[in-house]
């Protein structure tokens, strides 16, 4: 997915699908296919062109492919040899343009599930996206450990034995990631000696989970879990890691999270951030010059009069108290006091006038849908008669996904 990009990827329900009959349904979903194919190619360009080593592609790139009531084969859809050859040509520019992709799949793929049938979705799943893999060049399969269901050793057990059910092209290219939850580095790192499965180590998943492995020494580890250039997994938590959830993704990767013993080595590192190709580019940046960037951020006032007044600024808190006390703008000045009731995050100040524009054209119903989303205000206090001592802004966790 992308941010800022106008880069698509299409969908649909089984829900719509079985509405219909069986040709137009066929006829859809070829549509849909064929769209994502293109699309597929466009998000390969952009990273190309842009610098980005690795893309994730979509689990639902082929919509709804294993349904058990709408699913279908690709010799079913109208344009299923046409779609194949599109697929065919990501693949070609992958290899062309030295890019790398992988799959994830949806969290409904749980291979040491007790229940079989929840077993056979996930290998009729891993085997739908295996067969795209193979048209595209995509060599990593991600998955989680699944469940520990009262008992992590049989659980760990089942996960390698249902390994055996899988073809040899899905098998290639599996590898399992740890969690914030249930499975550390520790956990799976015997199960990956065991099976030749890599591990691909999620370094926010183990700050939140720890198992007693430093990052140096769960990363030394992973990294020999790997044939091929090892994968690994980035992101930053929204309220900091003191916050009361720590796994929530920022929109942005603090540029500090990145582990020192990453630096210089050559692996793939999956950005996890909702800000997207933005994210990647803002980290790439600070990286490079060694210091955070400033994140600048658009927002949303509420003034004395009910009117909405949207900003830019780089710092949230000097900022709305220099609106209260009337040094920050004229329109403000007479409409006191303010009252903060949204905010969103951008990685460069450009983006940020960018984004205020677009705001500032919204319709005032479409700008008080904005400001619903988020609830920044505190509604027990009356629209507008809030004080300003009421609205407490954290400096370093205030990204809200727009």
């Known amino acids: 997915m ?90 070609k520019f992958v290899k062309k343009h030295k890019l790398r992709t992988c799959f994830h799949p949806d969290q409904f793929v749980v291979m040491n599930s007790p229940r079989l049938d929840v077993v056979e979705k996930s290998v009729q799943e891993l085997e739908y996206q295996a067969e795209v893999a193979e048209w595209i060049g995509v060599d990593v399969i991600n998955i989680h450990g699944g469940g520990a269901y009262g008992d992590k050793p049989k659980a760990l057990a089942d996960f390698a034995r249902n390994l055996d059910r899988l073809s040899a092209r899905a098998r290639s290219r599996l590898t399992v990631e740890n969690d914030d939850k249930i499975f550390t580095p520790a956990d799976l790192l015997p199960i990956c000696k065991a099976t030749g499965i890599p591990l691909v180590y999620d370094v926010h998943h183990h700050r939140c989970n720890p198992d007693g492995l430093s990052v140096e020494q769960a990363t030394k580890k992973a990294l020999a879990t790997w044939n091929r250039e090892p994968m690994f997994h980035l992101s930053s938590p929204i309220e900091g890691w003191d916050g009361p959830k720590p796994e929530r993704h920022h929109d942005f990767i603090d540029v500090n999270d990145f582990p020192d013993c990453w630096r210089r080595k050559k692996i793939t590192v999956e950005v996890e951030a909702k800000a997207k190709e933005v994210a990647v580019e803002k980290l790439r940046t600070e990286l490079k010059n060694g210091e955070p960037e400033t994140t600048w951020f658009v927002y949303i006032l509420r003034c004395a009069d009910g009117s909405l007044y949207t900003g830019i600024t780089n710092d949230v808190p000097r900022r709305l108290e220099q609106h209260n006390t009337g040094t920050a703008s004229r329109y403000t000045r007479s409409r006191l006091p303010v009252v903060l009731v949204y905010q969103e995050a951008q990685a460069t100040q450009s983006l940020a006038l960018k984004r205020e524009l677009a705001i500032k054209a919204l319709s005032r119903k479409a700008k008080e849908s904005l400001v619903r989303s988020v609830g920044l205000a505190d509604k027990k206090a009356g629209p507008f008669k809030m004080e300003v001592e009421s609205i407490k802004v954290e400096r370093a966790a205030t990204a809200i996904q727009q």
């Open 2 to 91: 992308f941010r800022d990009e106008p880069i698509k990827f299409v969908t649909t329900t089984a829900t719509a699908i079985c509405r219909m009959n069986r040709p137009d349904a066929l006829a859809k979903l070829s549509r849909l296919c064929m769209e994502n194919a293109d699309a597929l190619l466009a998000a390969l360009q952009f990273c190309a062109n842009h610098g980005i080593g690795c893309f994730r592609v979509n689990s639902q790139i082929l919509p709804i492919k294993t349904h058990p009531t709408c699913g279908y084969s690709m010799s079913e859809l109208p344009d299923g040899e046409e779609i194949i050859r599109r697929f065919r040509e990501c693949g």
